[in-house]
C-alpha cells in the first residue's frame, strides 16, 4: 500500500474526496461518485423486477416466483417452456437493445452538449434501418442485418457530420441536418417497403417502427458480443467526456486526447445503434430518456454510462411488457410505445426553457 | 419608388411569372406523356392531339390527366402554404411537413378511418380539421420566448410532433387491419390513382384557402417586417395570423386528403420563388402557385420514371429533393431573412 502513495505523492490520495468512493487495485486506482454507484445499483434492481414482470405477464399469467423457478428449469413442462422458449429470450433482446441504445444515447449526448442529439434523432438509426431493411428484402442470410445496417448508420453519421461541419457545441445545426438526412434514409426505407410484396411489407412493418418481435439469433449474439467490448470502452469515454464537459482546452490541458475521444466515442454510439438496429429495429427515444433518467438519479457531477445503458434495458422491457399486455392479443411494436410515451416528453424538453443551452 | 433597385437584382414578377408558367408547361406535358406502362410518348402525344389509338386515349385521358390535374392543384395548395406559413411563423424553416401541419392532418384521417368513415370524401374536412390543430400548435409554439426566435427549434418542436402523431397513428393502424389495409399507400403520399372526382371535392377549400390568403396578402407582407411595424402600420396582428393559420390549413388539409402527406414541396418551392423574385411575399405567392404544382409533377414523373414498370411514392421523391434543400438553407451561415 506504501508504493501506492510513493508513486503518486499527492496529498491526501490515501481519502476520496466527499461523496467519493476510492477504487483501488495495485498501482490502479479509479474514483468513484457514491451518488451514481448508488443509482446504477437502484436501477439494476428495479430492471430486475420488471424483467421478472416481464417472464410472469402475459397471455398466460403466472405467478412471478412460478415464473422465476421456470426460468431456472423448475416447474411444470409447459411453465418452463412459456418462460424459458418464448419469453427469456425477448426479455433478454430486450435488456441487450435497451443497453445499447441507452449508452450510445449518453455518449452522443454528452459529445454535442445536447440531449437532443441521440442517434436516433440526427438520422443514424434511420440509416441503419434503410440498410437493413434493404438486406432483409434483397437477402435472407441471418448475419446480413448487423452488417448492413452497420454501413448504414456509418454512412448516416459521415454524411450528418460532413454536412454540418462537425457536432459542435451548439449542435442544432447538427440536429437539423440529422433530420435532413434522416429523412432521406426514411424515404429508401418506405420506398422498399413499397415495392416489397405486401406480405413481406406487412411482416416487415413492425420491424420498421421498432420491434422485439422479429428478433434473429445471430444479430442478437452479435450485439451481445458488441456490448461486451463496447461497454468498457464506452465507460472509458464516459470518464473522459465527463472532464471534456468543462471544455476542448481543460481537458488537453488534463492529458485527454481530444480528438481520440470524440472519434471513439462516435464510433461506440453508431456501432451500437447499428448492432441494435439490426436486432430490434429503430426504438426511438429509449436513447432520449434513458440517459435523462440516470442523471436525474446520478447528479449532474458523472456521466452516468453504466447507469443510462441499465435504464434504457429498464425502459425497453417495460415498453414491450406494456406493449404486449395493453391491447392483448394485438401486440403493439416497443417502438411505437416508446415513440407515443417520450414524444410529449421530447416536446416539451424543446418548449420548455428560453435558453438554448439544453443539457 | 422601388425599393428592390437597392438590393441584389431580382427577376421582375411578371418575367419570373412567364418563365415558370413556361417550366409548367413542359412539366405537364411531360407528365402527360410519360408513363410506367407502354405508351411511350409519341403515342401519349398522339392520343392527346385526337389521333391515337384506343389504349393510348385511356392512358393519358383516364390516368394521366387526372393525376396532372391532381399534381396542379396539391402542389399549388403546398406551395403556398408553404410560403404563408414562413411568413406567419417568420421563420424560413417553417414548412407544413416540418411542423406537423401535414402529420395533425393524415392523423385526423388515420383516426377517422379508424372510428368507422370509409368515404373517400370525408377526408377532406376531417384532414382540415387536423392540419387546423398542426397550425395551431406550430403557430403556439412559435410564439414562445426562447422557441420563436431560434428558427431551428421550432423545426425541431414540428418533427417530434410529427413523428409522435406518426407513432400515434402506427399504433391505431396496428390495432386496426382494416384501417391499415385502405391507407397503407396512402400515408406515404402520392398521386396515382386519383380520379377527378376526387379532386372537385377538395377544389372549393383550396380555392376558399387561396382566397384568404389573397386577402391578407398586405397584412402578412407587413407581418414580416415584424409585429410591430405591422401594427404601426395598422393591420391587425392576431387577426391575420388567426387567419393565415385558417388558409394554411385549408390548403394543407385538402392537399393531404387527395395525395396524403408530402413534405419540403413547401419549403422547396417558397425557397425557389425568394431566390427569383425577393423575399415580399405578394410576389412570392403567385410565383408559388406555378412552381408548386411544376416542382410536383417532375417528382411524379420522376416516380413513375425511375423504377419502371413499377412507381415510386410521391414522397419519397420529394424527400430525397426537399431534404437536400433543408441541409442547404441550415448550413448557409445566417439563415435567409424574410
Known sequence: MNTVSDRRPMAGSHTAPPGHLL????????????????????????????????????????????????????????????????????????????????????????????????????????????????????????????????????????????????????????????????????????????????????????????????????????????????????????????????????????????????????????????????????????????????????????????????????????????????????????????AVVGGPYLLWVLLRSSSRRII | MRREQNTAPRLRVLPALALSLALLAVVVTASLAFGAGGVGPERALGALFGSGDDEAHFVVTGLRLPRTLAGIVVGSALGIAGAVLQTAARNPLAEPGLLGVSAGASFAVVVSIALGASAATLYAPVAIIGALLGCVFALGAARLRGVGDDPIRLVLAGVALSSMLGSVSSLVLLIDQRTRDEIRFWTIGALAGRNIPTIVTILPTVVLGIAIVLLLIRPLAALSLGDQVARSLGHRVRMTRIGAMLGVALLVGSATAVSGPIGFVGLVVPFAARALVGPDIRRVVPICAVLGPALILVADVLARMLVRPSEMPLGVVTAFVGAPVLVAVVRAQRLPAL
Open chain 1, 23 to 338: 477504487l483501488r487495485y495495485r498501482e490502479w486506482s479509479v474514483l468513484v461518485l457514491y451518488r451514481g454507484v448508488l443509482a446504477t445499483l437502484g436501477l439494476t434492481i428495479a430492471m430486475f423486477f420488471v424483467a421478472g414482470l416481464a417472464l410472469a405477464l402475459g397471455t398466460a399469467d403466472l405467478n412471478p416466483l412460478t415464473a422465476l423457478a421456470a426460468a431456472f428449469g423448475t416447474g411444470t413442462e409447459q411453465d418452463v417452456f412459456i418462460v424459458r422458449e418464448l419469453r427469456l429470450p425477448r426479455v433478454v433482446t430486450g435488456i441487450l437493445v435497451g443497453m445499447a441504445l441507452g449508452t450510445g444515447g449518453c455518449l452522443m449526448q454528452t459529445l454535442a452538449r445536447n440531449r437532443l442529439a441521440t442517434p436516433g434523432i440526427v438520422g443514424i438509426d434511420n440509416g441503419a434501418t434503410a440498410f437493413a431493411v434493404a438486406s432483409v428484402v434483397a437477402l435472407t442470410t441471418g448475419l446480413a442485418p448487423s452488417g448492413m445496417s452497420l454501413a448504414g448508420s456509418i454512412t448516416a453519421l459521415v454524411l450528418v457530420l460532413a454536412l454540418s461541419g462537425g457536432t459542435g457545441t451548439r449542435g442544432y445545426r447538427f440536429l437539423v441536418v440529422g433530420i435532413g438526412v434522416g429523412a432521406v434514409f426514411g424515404s429508401i426505407t418506405n420506398y422498399l417497403l413499397a415495392r416489397a410484396p405486401i406480405d413481406s411489407a406487412n411482416a416487415a412493418y413492425p420491424w420498421t417502427v421498432g420491434s422485439l418481435n422479429a428478433r434473429a439469433g445471430g444479430s442478437v449474439a452479435l450485439l451481445a458480443i458488441g456490448l461486451a467490448i463496447t461497454l468498457p470502452v464506452a465507460v472509458f469515454l464516459g470518464r473522459q467526456l465527463s472532464t471534456m464537459r468543462l471544455s476542448d482546452q481543460v481537458a488537453q490541458s488534463l492529458g485527454i486526447s481530444v480528438r481520440r475521444v470524440r472519434v471513439g466515442t462516435l464510433m461506440v454510439a453508431v456501432t451500437l445503434s447499428a448492432l441494435s438496429v439490426a436486432v430490434a429495429g429503430p426504438v426511438g427515444m429509449i436513447a432520449l430518456l434513458a440517459p435523462e433518467a440516470a442523471r436525474y438519479l446520478a447528479g449532474p457531477r458523472t456521466v452516468p454510462v453504466l447507469g443510462s445503458a441499465v435504464a434504457g434495458a429498464l425502459f425497453t422491457v417495460l415498453a414491450d411488457l406494456a406493449g404486449r399486455t395493453l391491447f392483448a392479443p394485438i401486440e403493439i411494436p416497443v417502438g411505437v410505445i416508446t
